[in-house]
């Protein structure tokens, strides 16, 4: 009975997902960014979750005032809201319209020099912006990358999404390696082998390396840092700005210097802390556009 209930329950979250993304799916692509936007700007800071966001501005930029960081927490739910409503129309998103809908890259020459050099190479980013956008527009630049994947713990639900960003990648076939020992062990294969990929590291790692984030302890996933160091390999920041409703613009940066210091954990924890400073300097700016919902710090810092 009680696994009859679970697949039910599976289906109907399925149905009510599929029904969603085929509403906005019909609808112009900067209607269905708005649309969901407000909807999640009015929903969203009701809910729990908010609280933990609020906290996280707190501990990350004491200097806001109360009304300021609840402000930025009304923005993260729009943001979110709008990436939602922008999935089913990144596979239509045209590169340098002129206005409207559509994403530009800036920072391509750096995309062009590794498509001719070839060779293994590491994207690092973040959730921020509208994140979905970085796999399809690199890809348009000749330089497709794999990425760590964690499925939704809904199967149906899962298969809508992987369908949706397939298409965004028009065709072009690039692995997804599952979170854990076994995809870290098959993702370190595939870059040995002169593969390229993604990675978003500006969530929690419990059993990860310490270092700082917007000055605090943060426990973060130091696997991008150790394959770069073992293979030599550029490291490419980039993130995604949001210009307006499904306008969005990729920011792809210089590859970052690696260390050499002869001591390999002490390189390992200076590429790491590197990146996490490149991925504050990125949120600094436009506080709102990153995913702050989730408990970026030791436990300890969210008790009451």
Request: proline share 8%; charged share 20%.
């Amino acid at each position: 009975m009680a696994a009859w209930l679970r697949k039910t329950g599976q289906w109907l979250e399925a149905c009510v997902a599929q029904a969603l993304l085929a509403f906005l799916g019909e609808m112009k692509p900067e209607t269905a960014s708005t649309f969901a936007g407000n909807l999640a700007r009015a929903i969203g800071p009701l809910l729990p979750v908010s609280r933990v966001a609020e906290r996280n501005l707190e501990l990350a930029m004491p200097e806001l005032p109360l009304r300021e960081r609840r402000a930025i927490v009304r923005g993260v739910w729009e943001n979110l809201g709008r990436t939602v409503g922008e999935l089913p129309h990144i596979a239509s998103l045209q590169e340098n319209t002129p206005s409207g809908p559509g994403f530009e890259v800036q920072g391509a020459e750096y995309l062009h020099e590794q498509a001719r050099h070839g060779g293994p190479v590491l994207f690092v980013s973040g959730h921020i912006g509208n994140w979905e956008m970085l796999p399809p527009a690199v890809a348009r630049h000749g330089v497709p990358f794999a990425s760590f994947y964690r499925a939704a713990g809904n199967p149906r639900v899962d298969a809508l999404i992987r369908t949706l960003r397939d298409s965004a990648m028009g065709g072009k076939m690039v692995p997804l390696f599952a979170k854990g020992a076994k995809g870290a062990r098959e993702a370190l294969a595939y870059v040995a082998r002169g593969g390229r990929l993604g990675m978003l590291v500006d969530q929690k790692m419990n059993d990860g390396l310490e270092v700082t984030f917007f000055g605090k302890p943060a426990m973060t996933a130091p696997a991008l840092a150790a394959m770069a160091l073992r293979y030599r390999c550029p490291v490419i920041p980039g993130y995604v700005v949001r210009l307006g409703p499904a306008r969005l613009r990729v920011v792809v940066e210089a590859p970052l210097t690696l260390p050499d210091t002869g001591n390999k954990q002490e390189d390992t924890r200076l590429l790491t802390q590197a990146i996490n400073d490149r991925l504050e300097s990125w949120i600094r700016q436009k506080p709102q556009s990153w995913l702050w919902l989730h408990r970026r710090w030791p436990k300890s810092c969210y008790r009451a």
